[in-house]
Nanobody, 115 residues
Framework: VQLVESGGGLVQPGGSLRLSCAAS????????MGWYRQAPGKQRELVAD?????SPNYRDFLKGRFTIFRDKNTVYLQMNSLKPEDTAAYYC????????????WGKGTLVTVSS
């Protein structure tokens, strides 16, 4: 499985960005795709994920600023009202497998929120 992210960059506080991640390879019909982020000196954390049937899950700290959606094996993260604390490397994740789930990761895309 390969995951290729795009869409990161520099944005001013209050601005918006959309991240994309295209998955290819041996992808099962049942899977969850998501976005994690890792800020300098911090652990990687879940931002949001979405199941193959389109059910999203968000971390509480987002407070409605981000939206995750997918089109088959491509997942998007629409980020609005960005704050400096959203600055991080954002990683795409795909989780699949029965009976044991396996995590696949993209290389990450950097989002910098700064004036």
């Amino acid at each position: 499985v390969q995951l290729v992210e795009s869409g990161g960059g520099l944005v001013q506080p209050g601005g918006s960005l959309r991240l994309s991640c295209a998955a290819s390879g041996s992808i099962f019909s049942t899977n969850t795709m998501g976005w994690y982020r890792q800020a300098p000196g911090k652990q990687r954390e879940l931002v949001a994920d979405i199941t193959d049937d389109g059910s999203p899950n968000y971390r509480d700290f987002l407070k409605g600023r981000f939206t995750i959606f997918r089109d088959k094996n491509t997942v998007y993260l629409q980020m609005n009202s960005l704050k400096p604390e959203d600055t991080a490397a954002y990683y795409c994740n795909l989780r699949q497998g029965v009976p044991f789930e396996i995590d696949y990761w993209g290389k990450g895309t950097l989002v910098t929120v700064s004036s």
